[in-house]
C-alpha cells in the first residue's frame, strides 16, 4: 500500500505541475484551455488505469485470503470430526471394559 501511496502523490504532483507550467505559458487562452483538458484527460485516464490495476491487487489479495480462511475452516471442521469421532469409540470402548467388568465382578460374587 506504501508504494501505491507514493504513485498517487507523484501522479498528483505531476499533474499540478503541468497544470501550472501551462497555465503560465505565454499562448492564448483557448489554447491553454485545450492543453488544460487535453492534460487533465490524459491524466485522469492514466489515474484510472492504476487504480483500476490496485483495485484488481487488492481483490486478488482479498480472494486469495478468503479462500485461505475457507480451507482453514474446512481443515478445522475435519480435524474436529475425527476427533470427535475417536473420542466417542474410546467412550464406547470403555463402557464396553466397563460393563464387561462390572459382569466380572458380579459373576465372581456368586
Do not use: C, H
Not at 8 to 34: C, S
Not at 76 to 93: N, P, Q, R, W
Request: net charge positive; proline share 1%.
Amino acid at each position: 500500500m506504501k508504494a501505491d501511496k507514493i504513485i498517487l502523490g507523484v501522479l498528483g504532483g505531476v499533474a499540478v505541475g503541468a497544470l501550472l507550467g501551462v497555465l503560465f505559458a505565454p499562448e492564448k487562452g483557448d489554447k491553454t484551455r485545450n492543453k488544460i483538458m487535453n492534460k487533465s484527460n490524459d491524466y485522469a485516464d492514466e489515474l484510472k488505469g492504476k487504480l483500476d490495476t490496485l483495485l484488481g491487487t487488492i481483490t486478488q489479495k482479498y480472494e486469495k485470503i478468503w479462500k485461505e480462511g475457507e480451507s482453514l475452516v474446512s481443515e478445522g471442521k475435519s480435524k474436529f470430526y475425527d476427533a470427535k469421532s475417536e473420542g466417542e469409540t474410546l467412550l464406547a470402548e470403555g463402557k464396553s471394559k466397563f460393563y464387561d467388568a462390572k459382569n466380572e465382578i458380579k459373576n465372581t460374587n456368586i
